[in-house]
């Protein structure tokens, strides 16, 4: 869980500001349809490209925003290439994605995009993550074990947008207590904490469990799945990586020839080789 120095600048002390902004329609795989302005940014702390889509009557929620109204409902989501695009069930992302579409647009609110995969150690080090999960490591076992941060995402981008905008008080859409804690030490006024639904299947109920009893999410988890939180790390199979060969044998024996290595062109006697190629 990241802690938020106190000295850390408020978002209104080193704003963003907007610099494109587009309407798109959404359609996600089971017909549930939105309409979203994907709002763009200018001097975003940590100079990423994070989105911002504004949903439902989300004009109307910055009116309302004072003490005696209903604060826009946000929602902080870290991109999942595997499960926002792929549909992976090793994980709740793609699920929680397209619930919080929904919720956010009957209401009235904004989705920030944040580019920060695999709680922020990259793509390819999250599925590193993955395969020391098959041997039996959590979730946070397996990133600390890489020699990277439980969790290493920043939501100082995330205040600068929502201040950009105007969202000086929110309506927070997770299960996560370190969003929560994040946002207010950056002075954005987080009036509610909503949850967001459990999603578990087969593939993600470690996962699950171990945000919940390592993180102090905020899951309520069938009875029936508990057990499988504590299976032990020698009762699960052992990840055996295949050498190159090994691969290519196996491509080989689906599709004879397609595993073999082509042999390289002959080169004509005029051709010359960029430096930058040797």
């Given at each position: 869980m990241t802690v938020m120095s106190e000295t850390v600048a408020r978002p209104f002390e080193q704003p963003a500001a907007v610099r494109s902004q587009v309407t798109v329609p959404l359609r996600f795989?089971?017909?549930?349809?939105?309409?979203?302005?994907?709002?763009?940014?200018?001097?975003?702390?940590?100079?990423?490209?994070?989105l911002l889509l504004a949903l439902g009557k989300w004009e109307?929620?910055?009116l309302d925003?004072?003490?005696?109204?209903?604060?826009?409902?946000?929602?902080?989501?870290?991109?999942?290439?595997?499960?926002?695009?792929?549909?992976?069930?090793?994980?709740d992302c793609g699920p929680q994605l397209r619930e919080a579409v929904e919720e956010i647009a009957a209401v009235g609110g904004f989705l920030l995009y944040m580019r920060q995969e695999g709680r922020g150690i990259g793509l390819y080090s999250k599925l590193d993550a993955y395969a020391l999960q098959d041997t039996g490591l959590d979730t946070y076992e397996a990133n600390v074990a890489l020699g990277r941060g439980e969790d290493e995402r920043d939501y100082s981008a995330a205040a600068q947008m929502l201040g950009a905008l105007g969202a000086a008080r929110i309506r927070l859409l997770t299960n996560n207590p370190d969003k929560?804690?994040?946002?207010?030490?950056?002075?954005?006024?987080?009036?509610?904490?909503?949850?967001?639904?459990?999603?578990?299947?087969?593939?993600?109920h470690r996962y699950l469990a171990a945000k919940r009893s390592h993180t102090a999410h905020t899951i309520d988890l069938p009875a029936e799945i508990?057990?499988?939180e504590i299976?032990?790390?020698?009762?699960?199979?052992?990840?055996?990586?295949?050498?190159?060969d090994e691969l290519l044998a196996r491509v080989d024996a689906l599709i004879p020839g397609c595993g073999t290595v082509p042999r390289k062109p002959r080169r004509s006697a005029a051709f010359r080789k960029p430096p930058w190629l040797n």
């Amino acid at each position: 869980m990241t802690v938020m120095s106190e000295t850390v600048a408020r978002p209104f002390e080193q704003p963003a500001a907007v610099r494109s902004q587009v309407t798109v329609p959404l359609r996600f795989p089971d017909g549930f349809t939105a309409t979203a302005e994907i709002m763009t940014f200018h001097g975003l702390a940590d100079g990423k490209e994070h989105l911002l889509l504004a949903l439902g009557k989300w004009e109307r929620t910055l009116l309302d925003q004072g003490p005696e109204g209903t604060a826009p409902l946000v929602r902080l989501h870290s991109e999942c290439l595997t499960g926002d695009a792929f549909g992976s069930e090793r994980c709740d992302c793609g699920p929680q994605l397209r619930e919080a579409v929904e919720e956010i647009a009957a209401v009235g609110g904004f989705l920030l995009y944040m580019r920060q995969e695999g709680r922020g150690i990259g793509l390819y080090s999250k599925l590193d993550a993955y395969a020391l999960q098959d041997t039996g490591l959590d979730t946070y076992e397996a990133n600390v074990a890489l020699g990277r941060g439980e969790d290493e995402r920043d939501y100082s981008a995330a205040a600068q947008m929502l201040g950009a905008l105007g969202a000086a008080r929110i309506r927070l859409l997770t299960n996560n207590p370190d969003k929560v804690g994040q946002l207010t030490a950056l002075g954005v006024d987080v009036s509610e904490q909503v949850p967001t639904g459990v999603h578990v299947s087969a593939a993600n109920h470690r996962y699950l469990a171990a945000k919940r009893s390592h993180t102090a999410h905020t899951i309520d988890l069938p009875a029936e799945i508990l057990p499988r939180e504590i299976l032990p790390a020698e009762t699960l199979p052992a990840v055996i990586i295949p050498s190159h060969d090994e691969l290519l044998a196996r491509v080989d024996a689906l599709i004879p020839g397609c595993g073999t290595v082509p042999r390289k062109p002959r080169r004509s006697a005029a051709f010359r080789k960029p430096p930058w190629l040797n």
